[in-house]
């Protein structure tokens, strides 16, 4: 392994993500370290959910796909697989990635598994007065609606997993671009309070997170910002410089681009302040960021800065918010506008009668003003077609099933021509965060092998 760079890619920007750009990462990037980073805020919560009806679940629904269109290669090329799809569950994924090594036949494969984000238990016992971010409420509000409690980790809780020299390392709730700090931490032997490289690390990783945004995904506008070849969009991969200082390209030939334009949009994105972008290893300064374009496909990213870390950990809560009673129904040909108004002023109507008028609801024809609401511009030219929907939140199950029994019964009880009727209930698992010191989280690596 080349000791003065290394080469770092991005095989996931969240949990539902494309595969096959990965796989030609795998194949064809030259890589060091492969990142899948498959975790959101809620997506933790609902994973922690389904682990409760289910012991041997909880973690990413593609992470035996993932595994076994990318661990042949990896294995191969001494490319290591870093991830965090243990979600709620990261020792039964762990044993999972050991499933899929059984059946493709690789022999002596060493999983990785660092475990301590979860901190529920912590924090119901001695966190009840710690204060919700954005809000007036403490942790003792929504205690007895509290689904998860996970805490950000850092770089730092990875090492012991890279030290181990385990060809896949998985994790839970880690920090997004602390998955890609480890193991340039790690290479390269910067210290924990070497702030300016850490901020730079940071900076590798926010840029990678997300994968195909930074080539291009979430970036097309035609004829504003044409991407050459979407349908193919290559994911994106780093080579760094022990000075921190990167180069972000992707495959050759692979569709997508990266340009100063595509690293600038993904440098900005969910970044509220640029100078102090608090994580849990470094606050990282992005404001004296210099993009510069080498080449075709060829971003150099340098002059990334970092300051002391705070001494909090921030904490996704996942906690039961009521539920979503939804239905939809579709109209056509003349008058479509009309009719579908019509419908979603007799369903009002109807719900206001029940009781409902004081929850939060959505009236809207899809297609005229579901986005934009009372700012959608108006048109002359009258719709072919439109599709009404309704959603309520309710605080029960029995609610959300009444609104949504509400919309179908428009089959019969509303206006003429309406069809394809649609009704969906669901559980809310909102999320809230609060702060609790980094001296209250512990964490822990366990090795797993084909043998145990």
Not at 33 to 57: G, N, W
Not at 93 to 117: F, I, N, Q, T
């Amino acid at each position: 392994m080349d000791t003065t760079s290394l080469r770092i890619g991005a095989g996931a920007g969240y949990s539902g993500d494309r595969i096959p750009p990965a796989v030609e990462l795998a194949e064809k990037g030259q890589l060091d370290y492969l990142v899948f980073e498959c975790l959101a805020e809620r997506t933790i919560a609902l994973a922690q959910l389904e682990r409760s009806k289910d012991p041997a679940t909880g973690f990413d629904a593609l992470l035996t796909a993932r595994m076994r269109a990318v661990l042949p290669v990896c294995i191969q090329q001494g490319t290591h697989i870093i991830s965090n799809m243990g979600a709620a569950n990261p020792l039964q994924a762990g044993h999972a990635v050991l499933a899929v090594a059984r059946e493709l036949g690789l022999p002596k494969l060493k999983v990785a598994v660092v475990l301590g984000d979860d901190v529920l238990a912590t924090l119901t016992q001695t966190g009840r007065s710690l204060p919700v971010l954005e809000s007036t409420k403490t942790l003792s509000d929504l205690q007895p609606h509290l689904v998860s409690a996970n805490a950000y980790l850092g770089a730092e809780a990875l090492l012991p997993a890279l030290q181990s020299d385990a060809q896949v390392i998985i994790t839970g709730r880690v920090a997004d671009p602390a998955l890609f700090l480890a193991p340039l931490m790690h290479h390269f032997g910067w210290a924990a309070d070497d702030w300016t490289r850490l901020g730079k690390g940071v900076l590798v990783g926010h840029l990678l997170e997300c994968a195909g945004q930074i080539t291009g995904g979430y970036f097309a506008d035609p004829g504003h910002k044409d991407v050459p070849d979407l349908a193919r969009l290559g994911f994106p991969l780093a080579e760094v410089s022990a000075s921190g200082d990167a180069v972000i390209t992707k495959v050759a030939g692979s569709g997508g681009c990266v340009t100063v334009a595509t690293c600038t949009e993904q440098l900005l994105y969910e970044i509220e302040n640029p100078a102090r972008y608090l994580q849990p290893d470094v606050v990282a300064d992005f404001s004296q960021v210099v993009l510069t374009q080498q080449g075709q496909d060829r971003v150099q990213v340098t002059d990334g800065q970092g300051h002391p870390r705070t001494n909090t950990l921030k904490v996704t809560l996942g906690y039961r918010d009521g539920f979503i009673g939804e239905g939809q129904m579709s109209y056509a040909g003349p008058g479509a506008q009309a009719r579908g108004q019509l419908a979603l002023d007799v369903v009002r109507e109807r719900l206001a009668h029940a009781g409902y008028a004081g929850f939060e609801s959505r009236y809207e024809l899809i297609g005229v003003n579901a986005i934009l609401g009372s700012d959608s511009p108006t048109s002359a030219a009258e719709p072919h077609e439109v599709r009404a929907r309704v959603a309520l939140r309710v605080p029960s199950l029995q609610q959300a099933q009444h609104v949504a029994h509400e919309v179908e019964a428009l089959y019969t009880n509303g206006p003429a021509g309406g069809g394809g009727a649609t009704r969906t209930v669901r559980e809310v698992i909102a999320a809230a965060a609060v702060l609790m010191p980094r001296s209250a989280v512990h964490t822990t690596t366990e090795l797993l092998t084909q043998d145990h």
